[in-house]
């Protein structure tokens, strides 16, 4: 009777890649020089000669952790936005992986890059960029172009097949295998991919670093069947991305859950939190500014 219980049990378990893993892509020519994006369009710009040197790393340094971690014991399967620096990095990140370990490739666009319009000027981009600054990276919209929440309705799109091709098992795999999905992007479009995921606040995406030409992160599958970025990347690493420690808190709630005895008490405090910040956020931020006073008196003392 157990043992039946046990089997309908795994069947019904569900299923979900090991990893999700966020790379952009290598430096492109328009990284080095931006005047060349009023001669080319922007989806053609081809990788320069470091950013396929810093592609092919990559796909070494991917490649590494699969072999580590999953004990040969991996696949991939990868989606790539259709921008010539992207797909150019895709093609370096693969001669990493053999090709009995990919399972498939599939071009993208609602992970491509953020529109600013089509060939751009340099003195006025570096205007309009000023101006969004001020205004808020999120909620701007460059003149022709597209807004964060713009990226963020499209990538939420692509949220919505994503898990349509976990729930149909679109990544064929033999026993025992692991499968890793590897999403090849632009620097914006992996900051709102993860907000978009983990469900962070506008506020909170705005201090978010962009991630570094062919820097990746990992989402990885914790015990409790959700994707974590603090399995694989230390507190050091999260903070310098710009996550807050309520933000690093909560990936290592995901990664590991919290001690039975202490877990309704963290969730009343951070509802708490939550809602103090929402509704009382000048009182929230005064007690940040008196908190700091602390710390810089007893750092003087």
Known sequence: MSNNGEVAQNQNQRWLPKRIILVRHGESMGNKDEGIYGILPDHSIPLSPQGIEQAKQ????????????????????????????TRSTLREIGRAFPKSKVIGAREECRVREQDFG????????????????????????FP??????????????????????????????????????????????????????????????????????????????????????????DDEKLKAWGLSAEMIADQKLRAWGPQKRCEQKEEEEECCMWFDAFFYPQQQQQQQQESSEEDEHENQA
């Not at 991917?62 to 399967?77: A, C, F, P």
């Not at 089509?118 to 919209?141: H, S, V």
């Not at 939420?156 to 729930?167: A, G, P, Q, T, V």
């Not at 983990?198 to 069947?225: A, D, I, Y």
């Open 118 to 141: 089509n060939f751009q000027d340099a003195k006025k981009m570096k205007q309009l960029k000023e101006i969004r600054n001020k205004f808020g990276r999120f909620f701007y919209r």
């Open 144 to 233: 022709e172009g597209e807004s964060g929440a713009d990226v963020y309705d499209r990538v939420s799109n692509f949220l919505e097949s994503l898990w349509r091709d976990i729930e149909m098992k679109r990544f064929p795999q033999e026993r025992g295998e692991e499968v890793n999905l590897v999403i090849v992007s632009h620097g914006l479009a992996i900051r709102i991919f993860l907000m978009r995921w983990f469900r962070w606040t506008v506020e909170q995406f705005e201090v978010l670093k962009n991630p570094k030409n062919c820097e990746f992160r990992v989402m990885q599958l914790g015990g409790r069947g959700e994707y974590s970025l603090a399995i694989h990347h």
């Open 58 to 85: 990559a796909g070494t340094l991917i490649r590494e952790l699969l072999d580590h971690d999953s004990k040969w014991k991996w696949k991939v399967y990868i989606y790539v936005s259709p921008y010539e620096r």
